[in-house]
C-alpha cells in the first residue's frame, strides 16, 4: 500500500504504540485484499460487546488503554448485550453484566460515544452521498451504501477501532466505485405488505446471492417501502447473504434506472421473487407446537413508528401469562416512546421496551433457558436467521400475527403453515 | 488421494493440521458455540464438530461482524482452528483473522468436494 506522510509517521509510531499496532492491523488486511491506498474516514461506527469479545478482546482493548490510546475521529457504539436497567428482571448473569459495565467505562476512556444503537442511522448519523465511513454493524453497513451511497465495507470491532485510532481505513471493496456495480437481478412480482415481509425478501435474495462481493439489484418493486421497511430488507439481506450494498431501480441513489445500476453490464443472474417464493421461505421457519414462549421485535432495533405500530396492534390487550413480550430500541427512541405514551401501552400490556441492547446479543441460549423458553415468534428475518445456532425454535411471521400470539399465547390459525 | 489447493489471496504461516471440509457455509455466531469452539447450530453439515486445531473449508459465510473479535475469543481459550479456508469470504472474518493470527486463504481453487 502506498501511505502517506501521516500514515507512515503513525507507522513508525510517532502518534504512539496503539495507533502503530491500529495501522498494521489495517495494512495486514488492506493488502489482503489488494488495497493500494488508505481513505480518511469521518466516522466510525463499532461493535465492541462482551457477548462478542470475550475476554481475549477485553483484555485487548484494556491493554491500548492502559498505552493510551485515544480515538481520532467520532467513535459511536452499536447496540451491546445487556440493558442495564433490565438486566436482573431479564435473569442476565451477574457476571456478564459487571463484565459488560467495566467495558463500556474502557470504551468511554478510549473516546467512545457510547450511543448503543444498531439504528445510528435513523438516530445520530445520517451519511452524505460519497462519504467514506468504517462502520461496524452489517445492517448499518448496507444501509449507508445502498440507502445513502455513503463507502463503507464490513468493519469489525478490531476494524472499526483500528480505523477510529488511525482516522482512515483502507481502500478496496465498497470504497471503490467498480465495486458498487450491480451484479444479479432480481423483479419482485409480490406485494409486501409487512416488515416481516421485506425481511423475508432480503432472506431470499441474501440466500441465493451469499456473497459480500455481490451487488443485488432490485426490479419491479409494487410495495413502496418506508424506512422501516427498507432497514429489515437491508439487515435480512446482509444477514443471509453477507452482502454490504444493493440497488433498488428508481430508489436508491446509484441506481436511477437500470442501466446505471448496472453500469451499463448484463446482469450475472436473473431472478423471480413472487408469491411462491416468498410463502417458500415462510415455510423455512415452521412451528414447532401452538404455543408460543415469546415474542421479539428486535434486530435492528425498533423505531418509533415501530413501536407506534404495536401498541396500535396490541389495542389495549394484555400479554398471556405464558407468553413473554420483548422489544428492543436505543435511548432515543424509547425516551421519545416514553413520551408519547407507547412504553407505558407496551409495559401496561405486560411487555417490556429495552434499550441500548439487541435481544439477539444477550446470551438468548441463557435467557431461554432460565426461563423455559424453546421457541422464538418474531417478525425480524435476521433474528430467525440468527437464532437457530442458539438452539431456540425461530417462528417468522408478519407483525400482527406475533402481536395475536402474544396476546393469547399460541399462534393464531392465520400463522400456522402445516 | 492428494489435492492442490491454491488461492490468489491469503495470510498467515503455514501450518499443517488435519482438513474438514464443510458443504454449508460458516458464521462465527450463527453456528458456532463460541465457547468450546464446537459447530452448534442444529442441520449444520458440521454440527457437533470441534474445530480446534483444524484447517477448515466453508464454500461461504454469512453475516456478521461478530467475527472480527470472536476468533480472537477461541484462540484466547485455546479452542481456534489452525487454518481456514474461504471459497469466498467477507471482510470481517479477514479483519477477525489478521487480529487473532490464524492463517486464511480465499478464492480457493478448485473448490473441494466436501464429504460432510
Known amino acids: 500500500m502506498r501511505l502517506t506522510e501521516r500514515e507512515q509517521r503513525i507507522r513508525a509510531g510517532e502518534l504512539g504504540e496503539p495507533a502503530r499496532v491500529a495501522i498494521e492491523q489495517q495494512i495486514a488486511v488492506g493488502e489482503f485484499f489488494a488495497a493500494e491506498r488508505f481513505v480518511p474516514i469521518t466516522n466510525v461506527h463499532m461493535m465492541g460487546d462482551m457477548e462478542v469479545m470475550g475476554d481475549g478482546g477485553f483484555a485487548f482493548i484494556e491493554r491500548l488503554v492502559g498505552e493510551g490510546a485515544r480515538f481520532s475521529v467520532p467513535v459511536t457504539t452499536t447496540a451491546r448485550c445487556v440493558d442495564f436497567e433490565r438486566a436482573a428482571a431479564l435473569r442476565q448473569r451477574p457476571e456478564l453484566v459487571d463484565r459488560e459495565r467495566a467495558l463500556v467505562a474502557t470504551l468511554g476512556h478510549l473516546g467512545a460515544i457510547l450511543v448503543d444503537t444498531c439504528i445510528n442511522y435513523q438516530t ?34 478490531p476494524a472499526a477501532l483500528a480505523a477510529g485510532l488511525t482516522g482512515v481505513t483502507p481502500a478496496y471493496g465498497y470504497h471503490l466505485t467498480e465495486q458498487r456495480t450491480g451484479t444479479e437481478r432480481f423483479e419482485v412480482s409480490c406485494e409486501l405488505p409487512d416488515y416481516a415481509d421485506w425481511g423475508a425478501l432480503g432472506g431470499i435474495i441474501g440466500r441465493r446471492t451469499l456473497d459480500y462481493w455481490k451487488v443485488p439489484v432490485v426490479a419491479g418493486l409494487r410495495s413502496h417501502p418506508g424506512a422501516d ?34 453500469r451499463g453490464r448484463a446482469p450475472a443472474a436473473l431472478h423471480v421473487i413472487d408469491d411462491a417464493a416468498l410463502a417458500a421461505f415462510y415455510r423455512t421457519y415452521p412451528e414447532d407446537r401452538a404455543e408460543v414462549d415469546v415474542v421479539v421485535f428486535s434486530g435492528p432495533q425498533l423505531s418509533v413508528l415501530e413501536m407506534r405500530r404495536i401498541v396500535e396492534l396490541l389495542a389495549g390487550r394484555r400479554v398471556h401469562t405464558r407468553t413473554a413480550l420483548l422489544l428492543t430500541t436505543n435511548f ?13 401501552a407496551i409495559e401496561d400490556a405486560g411487555g417490556r421496551v429495552l434499550a441500548g441492547a439487541c435481544w439477539y446479543i444477550m446470551e438468548p441460549a441463557r435467557m431461554a433457558a432460565a426461563f423455559g423458553w424453546r421457541n422464538v415468534l418474531t417478525n425480524s428475518a435476521k433474528v430467525a436467521n440468527i437464532i437457530g445456532g442458539y438452539r431456540l425454535h425461530p417462528i417468522l411471521r408478519p407483525t400482527a400475527v406475533c402481536v395475536e400470539a402474544a396476546v393469547s399465547g399460541e399462534l393464531p390459525a392465520e400463522g400456522h403453515l402445516r | 488421494m492428494s489435492v492442490v489447493l491454491t488461492a490468489p489471496l491469503g495470510f498467515g504461516p503455514a501450518v499443517e493440521a488435519e482438513i474438514v471440509l464443510s458443504r454449508d457455509t460458516f458464521s462465527l ?18 454440527e457437533g464438530l470441534s474445530l480446534a486445531g483444524k484447517i477448515v473449508y466453508f464454500p461461504a459465510v454469512q453475516g456478521g461482524v461478530a467475527a472480527g473479535w470472536g476468533f480472537l475469543a477461541l484462540a484466547h481459550r485455546g479452542v481456534a482452528p489452525a487454518g481456514i479456508l474461504f471459497g469466498r469470504t467477507n471482510p470481517v472474518m479477514i479483519q477477525g483473522l489478521v487480529l487473532a493470527g490464524i492463517p486464511v486463504m480465499h478464492r480457493l481453487s478448485p473448490i473441494p468436494s466436501p464429504s460432510c
Open chain 1, 229 to 262: 421497511e427498507l432497514k429489515h430488507f437491508g439487515a435480512a439481506l446482509a444477514s443471509y447473504g453477507s452482502c454490504a450494498m444493493y440497488h433498488m431501480v428508481g430508489l436508491t441513489p446509484e441506481a436511477r434506472d437500470e442501466a446505471e445500476a448496472f
Open chain 2, 29 to 46: 455466531r450463527y453456528d458456532m458455540d463460541r465457547e468450546t469452539g464446537v459447530v452448534s447450530r442444529k442441520g449444520h453439515a458440521l
Open chain 1, 332 to 344: 432515543a427512541n424509547r425516551e421519545m416512546a416514553a413520551r408519547l405514551g407507547y412504553v407505558k
Open chain 1, 124 to 157: 445520530v448519523y445520517q451519511p452524505h452521498f460519497g462519504e467514506h465511513l468504517a462502520w461496524g454493524d452489517t445492517g448499518a453497513v448496507i444501509w449507508a451504501n445502498s440507502v445513502c451511497g455513503a463507502r463503507s465495507n464490513y468493519e469489525a470491532g
